[in-house]
Nanobody, 124 residues
Framework: QVQLVESGGGSVQAGDSLRVSCTASGRPFSSTAMGWFRQAPGKERVFVASISGSAKATYYAGSVKGRFTISRDNAKNTVYLQMNSLKPEDTAVYYC?????????????????WGQGTQVTVSS
């Protein structure tokens, strides 16, 4: 079993930056691919970014590419999502997810464990 705890959400203005974090326990972290997803009110959960266990491979949704950066510190069992140039449309609950593989994935069904989510609100 893997436990994921997110932190760092909040309310910011458009154009601001924010970093959310997710700390994992219960599985060798360096062999666990991690992902970030988000869900806006009334909408389905969608992919944001993913990173392989080794951190050598990353992938981003087109809507955040160039603005968001996913990274990880395997010594701290933590994955980060640095969000720059935030827009009101980035407002959502952000979820951290882990999968039982070192290879990143893009679909929610490819992930086995989920955090509780952290709210990010961007006002114009």
């Amino acid at each position: 079993q893997v436990q994921l705890v997110e932190s760092g959400g909040g309310s910011v203005q458009a154009g601001d930056s924010l970093r959310v974090s997710c700390t994992a326990s219960g599985r060798p972290f360096s062999s666990t691919a991690m992902g970030w997803f988000r869900q806006a009110p009334g909408k389905e959960r969608v992919f944001v970014a993913s990173i392989s266990g080794s951190a050598k491979a990353t992938y981003y949704a087109g809507s955040v590419k160039g603005r968001f950066t996913i990274s990880r510190d395997n010594a701290k069992n933590t994955v980060y999502l640095q969000m720059n140039s935030l827009k009101p449309e980035d407002t959502a609950v952000y979820y951290c997810a882990a999968r039982g593989s070192t290879y990143f994935a893009l679909k929610p069904e490819d992930y086995d464990y989920w955090g509780q989510g952290t709210q990010v609100t961007v006002s114009s």
